[in-house]
């Protein structure tokens, strides 16, 4: 199994930044891609960005060119850097990762951005 927890989620005002860190444990070896979602309240949830093990990356329309997303050497943690934040990127952020065609999801990281 692979267990992912989220981190570095808290209060900013829009304009800021805030790097979220997902640490994998457990049986790390071959995940093949690890992904952030966010999900606001009342909204479907959505993929923000994912990196594959190669390094390849995608990320949604609406965080282009404001979200960064990176890893380590071993892929055991992934980033997801956070410039020029908006009151719309307000969610819960959750880590996402595939392991052998099984999905594995933290428990999330609630991003606020207020004034």
């Known amino acids: 199994q692979v267990q992912l927890v989220e981190s570095g989620g808290g209060l900013v005002q829009p304009g800021g930044s805030l790097r979220l860190s997902c640490v994998a444990s457990?049986?790390?070896?071959?995940?093949?891609?690890m992904v952030w979602y966010r999900q606001a309240p009342g909204k479907q949830r959505e993929l923000v960005a994912a990196?594959?093990?190669?390094?390849?990356?995608n990320y949604a329309d609406s965080v282009k060119g404001r979200f960064t997303i990176s890893r380590d050497n071993a892929m055991n943690t992934v980033f997801l850097q956070m410039n020029s934040l908006k009151p719309e990127d307000t969610a819960v952020y959750f880590c996402?990762?595939?392991?052998?065609?099984?999905?594995?999801w933290g428990k999330g990281t609630l991003v606020t951005v207020s004034s």
């Open positions: 990196i594959t093990s190669g390094g390849s990356t």
């Open positions: 457990g049986s790390i070896s071959m995940l093949n891609r």
């Open positions: 996402n990762a595939d392991r052998l065609g099984i999905d594995y």
